[in-house]
């Protein structure tokens, strides 16, 4: 069974920081492109960060260029999500997605596989 399993979520302040991990099973994650997508209460999904299947390659969003950093270590079959400067807005669910493309896509529609999400608040 495929599965992607999210954790590392939780209560932060203002300019703290985080760590979402993604393990999967069940499947070879070192095949697939990875992203992290967040969706705020009452909107819809956002695409945040993106790695390639060998992790040379990572893409952000404006929105979290600079702050948050993408990484995966296939060998565990785990992918990261470091969180810095983080700030209300982006508070969310973060989900992990796998998709097998052969070329990064960013469109939340071409992945495959998503995990069952990891709640991160940012409040004082």
């Known amino acids: 069974e495929v599965q992607l399993v999210e954790s590392g979520g939780g209560l932060v302040q203002p300019g703290g920081s985080l760590r979402l991990s993604c393990a999967a099973s069940?499947?070879?994650?070192?095949?697939?492109?990875m992203s992290w997508v967040r969706q705020a209460p009452g909107k819809g999904p956002e695409w945040v960060s993106g790695?390639?299947?060998?992790?040379?390659?990572?893409y952000y969003s404006d929105s979290v260029k600079g702050r948050f950093t993408i990484s995966r270590d296939n060998a565990k079959n785990t992918v990261y999500l470091q969180m810095n400067s983080l700030k209300p807005e982006d508070t969310a669910t973060y989900y992990c997605?796998?998709?097998?493309?052969?070329?990064?896509?960013?469109?939340?529609?071409?992945?495959?596989?998503w995990g069952q999400g990891t709640m991160v608040t940012v409040s004082s």
């Open positions: 069940g499947f070879t994650l070192g095949s697939y492109i």
């Open positions: 997605a796998a998709t097998r493309r052969n070329d990064f896509s960013h469109l939340i529609h071409d992945y495959d596989y």
């Open positions: 790695i390639n299947s060998d992790g040379r390659s990572t």
